[in-house]
C-alpha cells in the first residue's frame, strides 16, 4: 500500500488544496505533480507524508525555475476528480467538495501554494498593518472559496481583478488573523515561512480595533 492510500485526514485534505492551488493533473488518468519554488518544502512534503519519489526540476518562462514531485496513483487521481478536481483545471476549477471537519487543512495548503501574508507598519499611525491574499485564474473558484469562508470563520473577504486577469481574494488583519489562527493551528504541516508569518498575525495586538468584515461570537 502506497502511503498516500492511508494517508490521515488533515495531511489528506492539506494535499489536496496544495495540489487545487499548486498541482496538476495530467490527462493520463494516473499521474499529479506539485509544483513549488522552495525545495525545502517538498522534502518536508515528501517526510511527512512519507513518499519516496525524487524531487525534479522544471523550467517555466526564462531561467524561472521550479521544483516538482510527481505521483502516479490511479486511485488518488480518481478521488480529486471525484472532489472536484482535473486535468487543466487553472481556468476552469470551482467548488471542492471539502469535509468541513478539515477545511483549515484544505484552506492552509490553498494559500501555502497561492496565498501571500503581509505584515507592515503603517507609515503615518505607526500601526501594525496585516493582510491575507489568495489569488486564482477562476473566478468561479473565488467566489466559493470566499463564500465558504465566510461561512465557516465569519469574516468577510474582497474580490478584485488583477491587470494579470487573475482574480485575487484579500482579507484585512482582523479577518486575516482570524482565518490563520484556524488554520495555522500547532503542529500543523505547512510551508514554514507561511506558518511563521501566520503565527506573527495571530500573536500581534499593535494597533488592533474593531471591524465590519468580522465577526467572532
Known amino acids: 500500500m502506497q502511503p498516500i492510500d492511508n494517508m490521515q485526514g488533515d495531511h489528506l485534505w492539506y494535499l489536496v488544496g496544495l495540489i ?5 493533473l495530467y490527462k493520463d488518468g494516473r499521474h499529479i505533480e506539485i509544483t513549488s519554488k522552495e525545495y525545502a518544502f517538498l522534502e518536508t512534503i515528501k517526510s511527512e507524508l512519507g513518499f519516496k519519489n525524487r524531487i525534479g526540476i522544471k523550467y517555466s518562462g526564462i531561467k524561472k525555475r521550479y521544483y516538482r514531485i510527481q505521483l502516479a496513483n490511479k486511485r488518488f487521481y480518481n478521488f480529486l476528480l471525484s472532489v472536484g478536481l482535473m486535468p487543466r483545471k487553472s481556468l476552469i476549477i470551482s467548488k471542492i467538495q471539502v469535509p468541513q471537519a478539515y477545511f483549515n487543512d484544505f484552506l492552509r495548503g490553498v494559500i501555502d501554494g497561492d496565498g501571500s501574508i503581509k ?6 499611525n ?11 485564474a477562476s473566478s468561479a473558484f473565488i467566489a466559493w472559496l470566499n463564500e465558504c469562508i465566510c461561512d465557516l470563520y465569519s469574516v468577510k473577504g474582497r474580490i478584485h481583478k488583477e491587470c494579470t486577469g487573475n482574480w485575487l481574494l484579500k482579507y484585512g488583519k482582523m479577518a486575516a488573523r482570524e482565518i490563520l489562527r484556524q488554520c495555522y493551528y ?7 515561512r507561511k506558518i511563521i508569518k501566520a503565527q506573527q498575525v495571530v500573536t500581534s495586538y499593535r494597533g488592533w480595533g474593531t471591524s465590519k468584515l468580522i465577526h467572532i461570537g
Open 126 to 136: 505607526k500601526k501594525e498593518q496585516m493582510s491575507l491574499c489568495i489569488t486564482s
Open 20 to 24: 487545487t492551488a499548486d498541482g496538476c
Open 119 to 124: 505584515c507592515w507598519v503603517h507609515p503615518s
Open 186 to 192: 500547532k503542529g500543523c504541516l505547512g510551508l514554514e
